[in-house]
């Protein structure tokens, strides 16, 4: 079956790096988009970054310049490299992919989520 596996977060210092990963698993067919969310708490679910088939990426203007979501295609995996962080980034991020899978003899589409991993943004 289909699953999102986040693995990276850590509490690090303002101005700091970090890159979360996410491991996708299973009999996949295609991968439509993946896409970074974060919800920090007292505020409503961001889209922080998104990756489309082709490689494309958006970002939320918030993080512009600063985070890079990347993928490995052959190992299912994709990456959100964050740079000159800031308290303000502090939160869970989940990820999300938009992805058609093998289910006995037919392909089905879904809006998969992961679990979400904490970040945390020292001062």
């Known amino acids: 079956q289909v699953q999102l596996a986040e693995s990276g977060g850590v509490l690090a210092q303002a101005w700091g790096s970090l890159t979360l990963s996410c491991a996708v698993s299973?009999?996949?067919?295609?991968?439509?988009?993946m896409i970074w969310y974060r919800h920090a708490t007292g505020k409503q679910r961001e889209l922080v970054a998104r990756?489309?088939?082709?490689?494309?990426?958006n970002y939320a203007d918030s993080v512009k310049g600063r985070f890079t979501i990347s993928r490995v295609t052959a190992e299912n995996t994709v990456y959100l490299q964050m740079n000159s962080l800031e308290p303000e980034d502090t939160a869970v991020y989940y990820c999300n992919g938009f992805i058609t899978s093998q289910v006995g003899a037919q392909l089905s589409s879904y809006d998969y989520w992961g679990q979400g991993t904490q970040v945390t943004v020292s001062s």
């Open positions: 299973g009999i996949l067919f295609s991968i439509f988009h």
């Open positions: 990756i489309s088939q082709s490689g494309s990426a």
